[in-house]
T-cell receptor, first 119, second 113 residues
Framework: DARVTQTPRHKVTEMGQEVTMRCQPILGHNTVFWYRQTMMQGLELLAY????????DSGMPKDRFSAEMPDATLATLKIQPSEPRDSAVYFC?????????????????FGEGSWLTVV | QKEVEQDPGPLSVPEGAIVSLNCTYSNSAFQYFMWYRQYSRKGPELLMY????GNKEDGRFTAQVDKSSKYISLFIRDSQPSDSATYLCAMRGSGGSNYKLTFGKGTLLTVNP
């Protein structure tokens, strides 16, 4: 059963601490997305990778957020230093892009999310 | 004005009812329209997608797109308690690097047995 795996599922941390979230995309998928979901803003795209290269991180606060793909099986999203306003659910999603910017069948698969609370 | 507007609800219906969920949008470049279902404490999962205007049916679900009105709908027939979830509309343009999905905030649906 192929699925996107995210860790940790839940994280409570103090303001100022570093938070690292990890994602294992579905094997063979070459596109990875990081989304953030809040009640106020809904789902927002933070960053997008294709073949491990970052193509768009315009939705991400650059001063404290960073996203990387050290290899094809791991994507990371780091917040340093964390702030209470970062409290949200962070979703990783993966898909198969057959052409630049295209996702096969418009299907991207979401993980179950990392629930972050910064106090 | 946000690019995609969706009534957050909540919407509560009895089992067996027909449910209508809707989104409006302002960006005329949107060509692909999707509906995602999100159960509590889970990630969104793709339910249906359509390209441009028209209808698409899949079992008890029907998606409609009216590009002239910039309005999309999802109908659920014979609704079941297992349909209780948040439904998010999503859309994007076509071609080039139009990978970016713009989501509505979601409508919370409860189907009561």
């Amino acid at each position: 059963d192929a699925r996107v795996t995210q860790t940790p599922r839940h994280k409570v941390t103090e303001m100022g601490q570093e938070v690292t979230m990890r994602c294992q995309p579905i094997l063979g998928h070459n596109t990875v997305f990081w989304y953030r979901q809040t009640m106020m803003q809904g789902l927002e795209l933070l960053a997008y990778f294709r073949n491990r290269a970052p193509l768009d991180d315009s939705g991400m606060p650059k001063d404290r957020f960073s996203a990387e793909m050290p290899d094809a099986t791991l994507a990371t999203l780091k917040i340093q230093p964390s702030e209470p306003r970062d409290s949200a659910v962070y979703f990783c999603a993966s898909g198969l892009g057959v052409r630049e910017g295209q996702i096969s069948g418009n299907t991207i698969y979401f993980g179950e999310g990392s629930w972050l609370t910064v106090v | 004005q946000k690019e995609v507007e969706q009534d957050p609800g909540p919407l509560s219906v009895p089992e067996g009812a027909i449910v209508s969920l809707n989104c409006t949008y302002s960006n005329s470049a949107f060509q692909y329209f999707m509906w995602y279902r999100q159960y509590s404490r889970k990630g969104p999962e793709l339910l249906m997608y359509t390209y441009s205007s028209g209808n698409k049916e899949d079992g008890r679900f029907t998606a409609q797109v009216d590009k002239s009105s910039k309005y999309i709908s999802l109908f659920i027939r014979d609704s079941q308690p297992s349909d209780s979830a948040t439904y998010l509309c999503a859309m994007r343009g076509s071609g080039g690097s139009n990978y970016k999905l713009t989501f509505g905030k979601g409508t919370l649906l409860t189907v009561n047995p």
